[in-house]
Nanobody
Framework: VQLQASGGGLVQARDSLRLSCTAS????????VGWFRQAPRKEREFVAA????????GYVDSVKGRFTISKDNAKNTVYLQMNSLEPDDTAVYFC????????????????????WGQGTQVTVSS
């Protein structure tokens, strides 16, 4: 199983980026998917998640209204659209999958995820 996050880069504050998470060896149709981020000298932080069927989503408070997670099962890809980026969004972003039932809204913990991908760096300059 391999997950790969991509789409990061260096942008200015208030810019947008769209991250993608692709998978080989598993089908996103069978899993919920989440995004985490980790800034230097900080703990890994939950950002967003989407349920297996895509009907439920959840976000950390700091990104609500700015970030949107979506899922394209036909392309086996999950996206994180990030708008109005802020310097505090600077981090390495990781995608991961989970298999348990989840109704959305609640913050998820790293231990609830089964597989993790390599991260992609997002840097937001002020």
């Amino acid at each position: 199983v391999q997950l790969q996050a991509s789409g990061g880069g260096l942008v200015q504050a208030r810019d947008s980026l769209r991250l993608s998470c692709t998978a080989s060896g598993l089908t996103f149709r069978n899993y919920g998917v989440g995004w985490f981020r980790q800034a230097p000298r900080k703990e890994r932080e939950f950002v967003a998640a989407i349920s297996r069927d895509g009907s439920a989503t959840g976000y950390v408070d700091s990104v609500k209204g700015r970030f949107t997670i979506s899922k394209d099962n036909a392309k086996n890809t999950v996206y994180l659209q990030m708008n109005s980026l802020e310097p505090d969004d600077t981090a390495v972003y990781f995608c991961a999958v989970f298999s348990r039932p989840w109704g959305g809204s609640t913050v998820m913990r790293a231990h609830e995820f089964n597989f993790w991908g390599q991260g992609t760096q997002v840097t937001v300059s002020s």
